[in-house]
């Protein structure tokens, strides 16, 4: 590399040869509380002050930082007051893409006599604010409310590694590239004079540039009033207050790529745009969704807190907005959690399922690649765009390891349809429908029938359903399964998804030799899976078939997943929903992922005991399929008992395993949160709740035998779109009895408000 680089006339050189770090952290021997703040494609994780600690050793919050493209482009955002950090009186991150804290200073010290109190505790406050929206903005209002004037100094202390998420998530790397710092423009000589640096008062540029020669900027242009000074990365405020008097400072940092945007989203000018832009889209998107609230409080916190984490977790990619999987780690498009997202919010949103179904149409395997685990027809697992991705240190460019997002895909293709009638996309989407199914059959016929999966890519996945964690797939006695793998619940996607293509196949697109085809194809499946797959002895079904087509018998929450498919008799089905419920797999909060029998069950483990809200929301649709609502409603009613243990009412992506009567839901240590199908887990168990079934080809809807849990007695969906008809419908739960304590009352439905010509039909 040369030692300065030029982009459009402005200058740089390696930051290596500059004493930038001449600003001391303020240093915490114990981790803070973070928060996380989130807009479209960039997300922020500070401490409840809003800071950014970069010199801190505490392993636990090395993920701090300002995101975007999987890179961090702040890894220190420190604000002091004379070089001590403020006191935090509040905070609040509710807006989800905001984040405001009160502050006030600690016994400042008079610098002239050190015995000497300067300025008592308390006198000083410091209202913080900072807004994402295609960038990262900050507002500080200072005011002094002591009875004299006082003079000191406010700093605020940036920097910026550039890191990609894979490297903090501990990924090692050979080569990384390097720090550049800007200086005039004729001055490009590796040995620099600060006097020639470029940074002034008025803005600050931090970059980088990566083994790809791209580089990348977090470029600072501060508002109202100015710093006095920069010293390296810090900025400085000589104050002087009169009493009762404030004054206001702040900035604007942008994001840039070899002097483009980073962001997808547009940066407005200064903070009040950002935030006046964030609410109006907000507020355009909660007014054409499904309204959804009940007579209990503390439940509806929870809806609204879902419908808040479903638009703050809404992603640009390409051709539309997909649910993001996860804040901090999965910020990005994944198959599988995009698609079970999108089918578990179609009660709430139609088109974020439309456009996850476009979406991952477009990154549709197209080639043989072992790096990729591509074939043609494959639907991704994991899109990354950070340096390590553009250097093809890892795969994810896209990554297609992942055994069900394919046949998900296709489910949820059909599912859209039954919901909408949305004849352009099922048609436009068709030959993707094609594609799909033939990479589906290739694999099958290649697995002794089955799907099954094995890590091809050395950079991949070993375990590839919607367990992937390398563990977790294990027998009765904890034996790790070996050699390719067939999930028991992939076998029940692949059916559910012939049978449902074979409908649209025969009824809309009159192409009977498909049809009949995957009709039959799933039939055998049906009644070969009955046969291998079930363990006499336990009277459960396998969590998979091994390499050798031997049972991997270790009691799990994967058949749970089949119940509502279709896929096993009735009496195999009555079996497994009443062995979910035992109390070694139910905590009394939810259903564990594995046995706590097992001798690798772990409560803590990631796929080894935990209890995953996604999970159980499926389990749930099964358990009341099947006859079972009583059940359905008791693990619906502990998950919505455990969120209400959450901050901010916020269900997390898995909490651990420990049994109801041992005490409050014990948290996972590093669980995303918002994450999208924990989030979606909300509007699935009230999906599940009102039995709402959608036949828009049919021109109908019919909603099957209502069941409200005895903590909602009225609840309300109101601008429920199916098809181009609105609904707004009303379900009431008859009063308690005796009865009631063991049996499900009945719930009354009735249709308040109807605007298009869909037949409801309400099914007692």
């Given at each position: 590399?040369?030692?300065f680089?030029?982009?459009?006339?402005?200058?740089?050189?390696?930051a290596?040869?500059?004493?930038?770090?001449?600003?001391?952290?303020?240093?915490?021997?114990?981790?803070?509380?973070?928060?996380?703040?989130?807009?479209?494609?960039?997300?922020?994780?500070?401490d409840?002050?809003?800071?950014?600690?970069?010199?801190?050793?505490?392993?636990a919050?090395?993920?701090?930082?300002?995101?975007?493209?999987?890179?961090?482009?702040l890894?220190?955002?420190?604000?002091?007051?004379?070089?001590?950090?403020?006191?935090?009186l509040?905070?609040?991150?509710?807006?989800?893409?905001?984040?405001s804290?009160?502050?006030?200073?600690?016994?400042?010290w008079?610098?002239?006599?050190?015995?000497?109190?300067?300025?008592?505790a308390?006198?000083?406050s410091?209202?913080?604010?900072?807004?994402?929206?295609?960038?990262l903005?900050?507002?500080?209002?200072?005011?002094?409310?002591?009875?004299?004037?006082?003079?000191?100094?406010?700093?605020?202390?940036?920097?910026?590694?550039?890191?990609?998420?894979?490297?903090?998530?501990?990924f090692?790397?050979?080569?990384r590239?390097?720090?550049?710092?800007?200086?005039?423009?004729?001055?490009?000589s590796?040995?620099?004079?600060?006097?020639?640096?470029?940074?002034?008062p008025?803005?600050l540029?931090?970059?980088?540039?990566?083994?790809?020669?791209?580089?990348?900027?977090?470029?600072i242009?501060?508002?109202?009033?100015?710093?006095d000074?920069?010293k390296?990365?810090?900025?400085?405020?000589?104050?002087?207050?009169?009493?009762?008097?404030?004054?206001?400072?702040?900035?604007?940092?942008?994001?840039?790529m070899?002097s483009?945007?980073?962001s997808?989203?547009?940066?407005?000018?200064?903070?009040?745009?950002?935030?006046?832009?964030?609410?109006?889209?907000e507020?355009?998107?909660?007014?054409?969704i499904?309204?959804?609230?009940?007579?209990?409080?503390?439940?509806?916190?929870i809806?609204?807190?879902?419908?808040?984490?479903?638009?703050?977790?809404?992603?640009?990619?390409?051709?539309?907005?997909?649910?993001?999987?996860?804040?901090?780690w999965?910020?990005?498009?994944?198959?599988?959690?995009?698609?079970?997202?999108?089918?578990?919010?179609?009660?709430?949103?139609?088109t974020?399922?439309?456009?996850?179904?476009?979406?991952?149409a477009?990154?549709?395997?197209?080639?043989?690649?072992?790096?990729?685990?591509e074939?043609?027809?494959?639907?991704?697992?994991?899109?990354?765009?950070?340096?390590?991705?553009?250097c093809?240190?890892?795969?994810?460019?896209?990554?297609?390891?992942t055994?069900?997002a394919t046949?998900?895909?296709?489910?949820?293709?059909?599912?859209?349809?039954?919901?909408t009638?949305?004849?352009?996309?099922l048609?436009?989407?068709?030959?993707n429908?094609?594609?799909?199914?033939?990479?589906?059959?290739?694999?099958?016929?290649?697995?002794?029938?089955?799907?099954?999966?094995?890590?091809?890519?050395?950079?991949?996945?070993?375990?590839q359903?919607?367990?992937d964690?390398?563990?977790?797939?294990?027998?009765?006695?904890?034996?790790?399964?070996?050699?390719?793998?067939?999930?028991?619940?992939?076998?029940?996607?692949?059916?559910?998804?012939?049978?449902?293509?074979?409908?649209i196949?025969?009824?809309?697109?009159?192409?009977?030799?498909?049809?009949?085809?995957w009709?039959?194809?799933?039939?055998?499946?049906?009644?070969?899976?009955?046969?291998?797959?079930?363990?006499?002895?336990?009277?459960?079904?396998?969590?998979?078939?091994?390499?050798?087509?031997?049972?991997?018998?270790?009691i799990?929450?994967?058949?749970?997943?089949?119940?509502?498919?279709?896929?096993?008799?009735?009496?195999?089905?009555?079996?497994?929903?009443?062995?979910?419920?035992?109390?070694?797999?139910f905590?009394?909060?939810?259903?564990?992922?594995?046995?706590?029998?097992?001798?690798?069950?772990?409560p803590?483990?990631?796929?080894?005991?935990t209890?995953?809200?996604?999970d159980?929301?499926l389990?749930?649709?099964?358990?009341r399929?099947?006859?079972?609502?009583?059940?359905?409603?008791?693990v619906?009613?502990?998950?919505?008992?455990?969120?209400?243990?959450?901050?901010?009412h916020?269900?997390?992506?898995?909490?651990c395993?420990?049994?109801?009567s041992?005490?409050?839901?014990?948290?996972?240590?590093?669980?995303?949160?918002?994450q999208?199908?924990?989030?979606g887990?909300?509007?699935?168990?009230?999906?599940?709740?009102v039995n709402?079934?959608?036949?828009?080809?049919s021109?109908?809807?019919r909603?099957?035998?209502?069941?409200?849990?005895?903590s909602?007695?009225q609840?309300?969906?109101?601008?429920?779109?199916?098809?181009?008809?609105?609904?707004d419908?009303?379900?009431?739960?008859?009063?308690?009895?005796?009865?009631?304590?063991?049996?499900?009352?009945?719930?009354?439905c009735?249709?308040?408000r109807?605007?298009?010509?869909?037949?409801?039909?309400?099914?007692?």
């Open positions: 590399m040369s030692s680089v030029d982009l459009d006339g402005r200058v740089f050189v390696p290596v040869e500059l004493p930038i770090s001449e600003w001391g952290c303020v240093l915490t021997d114990r981790a803070q509380p973070t928060l996380t703040l989130k807009d479209d494609d960039l997300f922020l994780i500070a409840t002050i809003g800071n950014i600690s970069g010199c801190t050793r505490d392993e919050i090395t993920s701090m930082g300002l995101f975007c493209r999987d890179t961090r482009f890894n220190r955002l420190e604000l002091q007051i004379n070089g001590r950090s403020p006191i935090l509040t905070s609040n991150a509710d807006k989800g893409f905001a984040l804290a009160l502050c006030t200073n600690p016994i400042l008079d610098e002239d006599k050190p015995t000497e109190i300067g300025i008592a308390e006198t000083i410091i209202q913080r604010e900072l807004v994402l929206n295609g960038g903005f900050e507002e500080l209002v200072v005011h002094n409310y002591g009875p004299d004037t006082v003079k000191f100094q406010i700093s605020l202390s940036f920097d910026a590694d550039f890191a990609d998420l894979f490297e903090i998530r501990g090692d790397r050979q080569a590239g390097g720090i550049l710092r800007r200086v005039a423009e004729d001055n490009t590796a040995e620099v004079d600060r006097d020639y640096l470029v940074d002034q008025t803005e540029t931090l970059a980088y540039r990566g083994l790809d020669d791209a580089v990348l900027e977090s470029h242009e501060f508002a109202h009033q100015l710093p000074y920069l390296g990365y810090t900025a400085v405020w000589n104050v002087r207050l009169e009493s009762h008097a404030e004054i206001k400072m702040g900035y604007r940092l942008a994001m840039m070899n483009k945007p980073v997808q989203v547009r940066l407005p000018g200064e903070l009040n745009q950002a935030k006046a832009a964030e609410l109006a889209e507020e355009r998107w909660r007014s054409q499904t309204k959804i609230r009940c007579d209990n409080p503390a439940i509806n916190q809806i609204e807190r879902a419908e808040k984490d479903v638009y703050l977790l809404r992603q640009s990619f390409e051709c539309g907005k997909v649910l993001s999987a996860g804040v901090p999965f910020c990005t498009l994944f198959g599988r959690d995009a698609i079970i997202a999108a089918s578990q919010t179609l009660i709430l949103d139609p974020i399922a439309k456009e996850t179904l476009i979406v991952l477009q990154y549709q395997g197209k080639d043989h690649n072992d790096w990729r685990d074939k043609p027809g494959k639907i991704l697992h994991e899109i990354r765009l950070g340096e390590m991705a553009r093809n240190e890892i795969p994810h460019t896209p990554y297609y390891g055994v069900d046949p998900l895909w296709l489910m949820l293709y059909a599912e859209y349809y039954s919901w009638h949305d004849r352009e996309i048609d436009r989407l068709w030959d429908a094609l594609a799909a199914m033939a990479w589906i059959d290739q694999e099958m016929e290649q697995t002794d029938g089955y799907l099954a999966y094995y890590q091809r890519s050395k950079r991949g996945l070993q375990n359903g919607w367990k964690s390398g563990n977790c797939i294990v027998d009765r006695h904890g034996k790790m399964a070996e050699g390719s793998i067939a999930l028991c619940e992939v076998q029940a996607y692949v059916y559910a998804a012939k049978m449902r293509l074979s409908e196949a025969r009824t809309i697109r009159k192409e009977e030799h498909l049809a009949d085809h009709e039959y194809s799933a039939k055998e499946l049906k009644e070969r899976f009955n046969r291998d797959f079930w363990v006499e002895d336990q009277d459960f079904l396998a969590m998979a078939l091994d390499g050798e087509q031997k049972q991997v018998d270790g799990s929450s994967n058949p749970g997943q089949c119940l509502h498919l279709g896929i096993l008799t009735e009496e195999k089905a009555q079996s497994v929903a009443e062995r979910l419920m035992a109390p070694d797999l905590s009394g909060w939810g259903i564990r992922t594995l046995s706590s029998d097992s001798p690798a069950y772990n803590i483990g990631y796929h080894t005991g209890v995953w809200p996604h159980n929301s389990i749930t649709m099964g358990l399929s099947n006859g079972f609502p009583e059940q359905a409603l008791e619906a009613q502990g998950l919505f008992d455990m969120i209400g243990h959450q901050p901010y916020r269900p997390p992506e898995l909490f395993g420990y049994a109801r041992q005490g409050n839901p014990v948290q996972y240590p590093v669980a995303c949160t918002p999208a199908w924990a989030t887990t909300v509007f699935q168990l009230i999906q599940m709740m709402l079934v959608p036949n828009v080809e021109n109908q809807v909603i099957i035998d209502p069941a409200l849990p005895q909602i007695h609840l309300s969906i109101e601008n429920l779109r199916v098809g181009a008809t609105v609904l419908v009303e379900f009431v739960r008859e009063k308690s009895s005796d009865f009631d304590r063991t049996h499900v009352a009945t719930t009354s009735r249709v308040t109807k605007r298009g010509n869909l037949r409801v039909m309400i099914e007692a």
